[in-house]
């Protein structure tokens, strides 16, 4: 099983490979000195085993031990490795029992470099074939052979349960590695998706602010232009009025980009209370404005919602009722509400025969961002209300 990329710095192995190495080398020196002063063989005999193992140094290092690291381990290299090792310590325990000792460091290498089957086969060969060699070639007493048969039996077994615990150790360091890069990718992924949505809805807020100002400001630009050219002939006077409105118009746009690009409040609201945006912006409509309850300063974003809201309904009157339709607007401060109702005496509409534009969509979905909710009435030749009621679960001083 690989461990995937980025995380085998972290996997146990690597970290504590070290200590391995170091454990190899202890096991290696005990069995090169047990091998040496032991009372028998003789000694041109015990030399010859403790010169069998001597390979086995650059054997692990230049082989053994890159297999070892191997993400994962190259099975065929790793068998190859392992008969090398076999080929030198299978005649040095032959040779001289005491040399079987380096199997505690052969046996951990079969398990974590083979699959189940080839490692239980590996040590079964390093556990019961150098006692069946020294047997034949010694023919050492019934008793001794009991015992190294016993010691060799009991030494098989133990590897056996070693070796299964660890190679559920490193499948269950494989399986955490696994999970835990699932979890960074997922967690990027929900980084990604997340600045995705955040860049989406920061879209759709520069759409509703254009729509709702610089949008609505052209859009009444361009009905006082229409107004003045058809009054210059006739009406010199209205003419005028109409052009003052536009100044203020083209003015409050400019402002209103400003603030946009700021980042800040709208222009109406820029150091002025809710009611006092508001008769400005129906003394630009020629609408009548009504204010009941106890007027106070409320977060602001009812009060940005509220706004935002009168200006999209007197915009909708004046593109659909006509300018010489009347508006009117009252806001009701309550306990725990806002209520912004915009009522016109245009022809008015069947709302279930059409479809709300963009900008109603948009007012919607401001309510909807800070718990409110927005109402339309209207019907042929009765007018348009447009009621928007706002939560409010607190003022600021």
């Given amino acids: 099983m690989r461990i995937p990329a980025g995380l085998t710095g972290a996997y146990t192995w690597d970290r504590s490979f070290r200590l391995w190495d170091t454990y190899f080398a202890l096991i290696w020196s005990a069995t090169l000195v047990f091998a040496l002063v032991a009372r028998s063989p003789g000694w041109p005999v015990r030399l010859t085993a403790a010169a069998l193992l001597v390979p086995l140094i650059?054997?692990?290092?230049?082989?053994?031990?890159?297999?070892?690291c191997g993400n994962p381990p190259d099975e065929r290299r790793a068998l190859g490795y392992l008969a090398a090792a076999l080929a030198l310590f299978l005649p040095s325990a032959v040779l001289a029992s005491e040399t079987q000792l380096i199997a505690f460091a052969l046996v951990p290498q079969c398990f974590m470099t083979l699959r189940l089957r080839w490692a239980l086969v590996a040590v079964a060969v390093i556990n019961l074939a150098p006692v069946l060699g020294w047997a034949l070639l010694w023919?050492?007493?019934?008793?001794?052979?009991?015992?190294?048969?016993?010691?060799?039996?009991?030494?098989?077994?133990?590897?056996?349960a070693i070796g299964s615990w660890i190679i559920r150790i490193i499948e269950q360091s494989q399986e955490r590695a696994e999970l835990i890069a699932e979890l960074d990718a997922s967690r990027h992924e929900v980084s990604r998706l997340s600045a995705a949505h955040g860049a989406l809805a920061e879209r759709e807020r520069m759409a509703r602010e254009i729509h709702d100002t610089l949008a609505q400001g052209f859009t009444s630009l361009l009905m006082l232009t229409q107004a003045v050219e058809a009054e210059l002939e006739t009406d010199v006077a209205q003419a005028r009025r109409?052009?003052?409105?536009?100044?203020?118009?083209?003015?409050?746009?400019?402002?209103?980009?400003?603030?946009?690009?700021a980042g800040g409040a709208p222009a109406d609201l820029d150091g002025a209370s809710l009611p006092d945006a508001l008769r400005r912006l129906a003394a630009r409509h020629d609408a009548a404005l009504e204010v009941t309850g106890p007027v106070r300063a409320l977060p602001a974003g009812p009060e940005v919602v509220a706004l935002r809201a009168c200006q999209e309904a007197l915009s909708n009157a004046r593109k659909h009722a006509g300018s010489s339709a009347a508006a009117d607007i009252v806001v009701t401060y309550a306990e725990e509400s806002l209520t912004i109702s915009v009522q016109d005496d245009g022809d008015g509409f069947d709302p279930a025969s059409v479809s709300y534009g963009y900008g109603l969509v948009g007012l919607r979905a401001r309510a909807a961002e800070v718990g409110g909710t927005t109402e339309i009435r209207s019907a042929p030749g009765a007018g348009t209300t447009v009621t928007v009621r706002l939560p409010v679960l607190g003022s600021t001083s």
């Fill in 139 to 160: 023919r050492p007493g019934e008793e001794a052979v009991f015992y190294n048969s016993v010691f060799s039996v009991v030494t098989f077994v133990f590897s056996v």
């Fill in 58 to 68: 650059p054997l692990y290092v230049l082989v053994g031990r890159p297999v070892l």
């Fill in 242 to 261: 109409h052009l003052s409105l536009m100044d203020e118009t083209a003015r409050q746009n400019l402002a209103e980009a400003r603030a946009l690009v």
